[in-house]
């Protein structure tokens, strides 16, 4: 007979936190429609099967793990009943809602439950749910970073401090990020993926190379400690520069294992507080991080169920051009503009690159160019390694693609070629030149920058932080031929 109490946890689901007692039956399924249904990146698939293959080991017999073509066919071979935490996305949520003899628990792996997030929304009146907001809150309901009832140090922003170009020199002085080594189950693994994808069984996008990301909680927990003792104190000030050499910069490269569950978000976040109660990091590198994951990570969460289905279908600037062969391909070696090469590659290369490429060369990109935002979304979702729907809305539709119409930030997130020139090193060496508009050197951020403006005139006039660039639109000289350019450009 089994027993009553087995907790099916979803391969997103891979921490002691999901279960009530460490000696907890456990059921994992590995489905192998979910692989096939998308063109993951290669290192994405690899590293979930990792991760998923670690955890059936490590438990043992504790736990049944079956490989199966699906879920409904993995849950046929099961005998009796079971629980599940709340699952990451809305198409697993309704099918574990209609099973029978599994019971939905509340989700697990975040800070803040769904019932905070609503309150504070309901009084937020319709206006914008901006998420400073939402942070202090959670702030306040976790008791992270407060002296008394107020934030440590005075302020709860210090943002101000966080916005340093990078170093003149090219690169931050700190020892790589941790790397995981692979193992027997790796080996597996990528002979697996090997084989699936002769069959014809399996696509996947980008490269595969060795395992960059922690898949077990062992090297969750190390990936962690060796970030808080050598990039956190320089996580603050640099954590919106970009650096061609330097990927990585000061950031964490922590979001695979925390989306995996290897990692409970609080965890990180006590970590962080902790090594700037001791001294260890400034306050500004501190808060840097916590903003990211009790403020950011939290808010998207809870944006992706509060807005519902139809969020992720949002096209309000009405974008409705397909993702190029070159950018769905990451084809980075035919791409001239140095910034969108750099990252593409680090996509391809290793399914990863940090915030601001993300918002600001790609996304970016995209926006300007009019791409459909549904299509990039799902661009996002298996390109990267960290990508999972949740995340997607939010940070996509809503903050890069601006295509919910402003419910989560107040201006579109497009800039030119100056604001990458002021915050990374990659224009000094580029064909482009970030100040040109027009002839052979137009920096494709530069004009599409302008080309964005042009196309959205009507539709952003109301926007009142966006007023002083729409003012300057009309001033622009030769502004059709800017327009007439980037609309005819191929590739950058
Ligand atoms: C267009 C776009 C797409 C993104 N796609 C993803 C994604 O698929 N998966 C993902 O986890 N993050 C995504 N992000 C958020 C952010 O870029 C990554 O979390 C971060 O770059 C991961 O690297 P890191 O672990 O070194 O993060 P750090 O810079 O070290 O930040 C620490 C942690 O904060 C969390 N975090 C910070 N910002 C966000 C955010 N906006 N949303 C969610 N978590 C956040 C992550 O867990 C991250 O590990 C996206 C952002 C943008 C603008």
Not at 155 to 179: A, C, F, I, M, Q
Not at 355 to 362: A, D, G, K, S, Y
Not at 441 to 460: H, I, K, Q, V
Request: aromatic residues 10%; hydrophobic residues 35%; positive net charge.
């Amino acid at each position: 007979m089994a027993d009553p109490e087995r907790r099916w946890c979803f391969a997103d689901q891979l921490g002691p936190h999901f279960l009530d007692r460490k000696d907890q039956p456990v059921l994992l399924i590995e489905s192998r429609a979910v692989l096939r249904r998308r063109r993951f990146h290669r290192q994405k698939a690899h590293l979930v099967l990792s991760a998923l293959r670690h955890r059936a080991a490590e438990l043992g017999d504790q736990a049944l793990f079956v490989q199966a073509g699906t879920y409904r066919e993995a849950l046929a071979r099961v005998r009796g009943p079971l629980t599940v935490c709340g699952p990451t996305s809305r198409a697993a949520a309704e099918f574990t809602a209609g099973l029978d003899g599994v019971t939905v628990l509340p989700s697990r792996g975040f800070a803040t439950g769904r019932e905070h997030f609503e309150e504070w929304a309901a009084g937020r009146d319709g206006s914008h749910l901006l998420m400073e907001s939402f942070y202090r809150g959670a702030r306040r309901a976790t008791g992270t970073l407060m002296d008394g009832d107020g934030p440590a140090g005075g302020r709860w922003n210090l943002d101000k401090e966080n916005r340093e170009p990078p170093p003149p020199d090219g690169e931050l002085p700190l020892p790589t990020p941790y790397r995981p080594e692979e193992d027997a189950i790796d080996a597996e693994v990528r002979e697996y993926l090997d084989a699936a994808e002769r069959r014809g069984e399996m696509s996947f996008v980008g490269r595969d190379g060795p395992r960059r990301f922690p898949a077990t909680r062992t090297e969750a927990r190390r990936a962690l400690r060796h970030f808080v003792e050598n990039r956190l104190p320089t996580f603050g000030p640099y954590e919106d520069a970009m650096l061609a050499a330097d990927p990585a910069m000061s950031h964490s490269f922590l979001s695979a294992a925390l989306n995996l569950g290897l990692l409970d978000p609080m965890e990180c976040v006590r970590a962080a507080e902790r090594a700037w109660r001791e001294g260890a990091v400034p306050l500004r590198s501190a808060e840097g991080f916590v903003r990211q994951v009790l403020g950011w990570r939290e808010y998207m969460w809870h944006v992706y169920w509060h807005f519902g289905r139809g969020y992720a279908r949002r096209n309000a600037l009405r974008a409705r051009r397909r993702l190029p062969r070159w950018f769905a391909e990451l084809d980075a070696d035919s791409v001239d503009a140095r910034c969108l090469s750099s990252v593409l590659r680090n996509v391809r290369d290793q399914g990863w690159t940090h915030h601001i490429p993300r918002l600001m060369v790609l996304g970016n990109y995209a926006l300007q160019r009019g791409w459909h935002p549904a299509e990039l979304s799902d661009w996002f979702h298996r390109c990267f390694v960290d990508g999972y729907e949740w995340v997607m809305a939010g940070n996509v539709i809503g903050m890069s693609q601006y295509a919910d119409g402003g419910r989560i930030v107040t201006k579109p997130y497009a800039a030119g070629g100056s604001y990458i020139n002021r915050m990374s090193d990659f224009c000094h060496d580029c064909v482009y030149r970030p100040t040109a508009r027009t002839g052979e050197e137009a920096c494709p951020y530069t004009g599409g920058y302008w080309w964005f403006l042009a196309r959205n005139e009507e539709r952003l006039s109301g926007n009142w932080r966006l007023a002083p660039q729409l003012r300057n639109l009309r001033r622009i000289d030769g502004l059709d031929d800017v327009v007439a350019n980037e609309r005819a450009r191929r590739r950058p």
